[in-house]
């Protein structure tokens, strides 16, 4: 299934198919290496579930919500 990264639940897993942010923030958002092919796990929501934490390659990053919707994952 394929859905935003945002819409993940904790614990869920799910590897990048697509980064859809274009300009400075889609530039910052592969920097921190979420491109395609990569896998991801869903650690934690914040209580207003902004942010979102996931990890990836070892590490714990935390997206704002309108970083994760611009990221097209497939759930695993």
Do not use: W, Y
Request: proline share 5%.
């Amino acid at each position: 299934m394929v859905m935003s990264l945002r819409k993940l639940a904790v614990n869920q897993k799910g590897c990048i198919k697509a980064v859809t942010a274009s300009g400075e923030m889609g530039r910052r958002i592969r920097d921190m290496g979420l491109i395609p092919g990569t896998p991801i796990m869903v650690v934690g929501h914040a209580p207003l579930a902004d942010p979102v934490a996931l990890r990836m390659r070892g590490f714990t990053l935390s997206l704002r919500n309108s970083e994760a919707d611009c990221i097209t994952v497939e759930a695993v």
